[in-house]
């Protein structure tokens, strides 16, 4: 158990709709990280978070996604107005120090499916 | 812009046998972290092995073991003495001083009794 926790697990979505991911790292994870893995595929890096600031955004990440990570603590990721390609599962990962040698703690996904 | 590759989408091994999956990568830097993580079906993905660039010697972490070729630009994993628990998705990642984690493709390992 890495100590990283994500919901929903599962979420099946009608394309237009919004949908958001939270994301739930333990409290020494002062960074957080979120990914993007589809089927068969690496995990492509979406955007991540120093406590509260978001410090990186990946050009993958559209203006339809947003992220947010109040307090450093949880943190959410939002789709609005989903389309098809969004279908994926969708990484969250912790870790501590500000070692960029730190090992990266990763939650079990919530798969997203738009149908 | 930096890359992983990892040539072999698939691999398979007889339980107790050793297996080598292969990751290439492409870096300017000279100081950098490259990771093995393995992502079992339906699990979380987990850290197997660490090697600093900088170092010479390659890392080890019980049965796994790394061959890091600098020059070269190569990072293969050996996994010696195959348990059926080491099937899983393997992923060779790579992190230069920006904290983003670059994964390759993956590569399926299938471990046969």
């Known amino acids: 158990d890495t100590g990283v926790s994500q919901n929903p697990r599962h979420k099946i979505t009608k394309r237009g709709q919004n949908v958001t991911f939270r994301c739930d790292p333990i409290?020494?994870?002062?960074?957080l990280y979120w990914y993007r893995q589809t089927l068969g595929q690496g995990p492509e890096f979406l955007t991540y978070?120093?406590?509260?600031?978001?410090?990186?955004k990946s050009r993958l990440l559209s203006d339809r996604f947003s992220a947010e990570r109040p307090k450093g603590s949880f943190s959410t990721l939002e789709i609005q107005r989903t389309e098809q390609g969004d279908s994926a599962m969708y990484l969250c990962?912790?870790?501590?120090?500000?070692?960029?040698?730190?090992?990266?703690?990763f939650g079990e996904g919530s798969r997203l499916t738009v149908l | 812009a930096q890359t992983v590759t990892q040539s072999q989408p698939e691999m398979s091994v007889q339980e107790a046998e050793t297996v080598t999956l292969s990751c290439t990568y492409d870096?300017?830097?000279?100081?950098?972290?490259l990771f093995w993580y393995k992502q079992p079906p339906s699990r979380q993905m987990i850290l197997v092995i660490r090697q600093e660039a900088y170092k010479q010697q390659n890392a080890t972490e019980n049965r796994f073991s790394v061959n890091f070729q600098k020059a070269a630009k190569s990072f293969s994993l050996k996994i010696s003495d195959s348990q059926l628990g080491d099937a899983a998705m393997y992923f060779c990642a790579y992190r230069f001083s920006g904290s983003r984690l670059t994964f390759g493709e993956g590569t399926q390992l299938t471990v046969n009794p």
């Open positions: 978070f120093q406590n509260e600031a978001q410090l990186e």
């Open positions: 409290s020494e994870h002062n960074r």
């Open positions: 870096t300017s830097e000279s100081d950098y972290y």
């Open positions: 990962a912790g870790s501590i120090g500000l070692r960029y040698t730190g090992e990266l703690f």
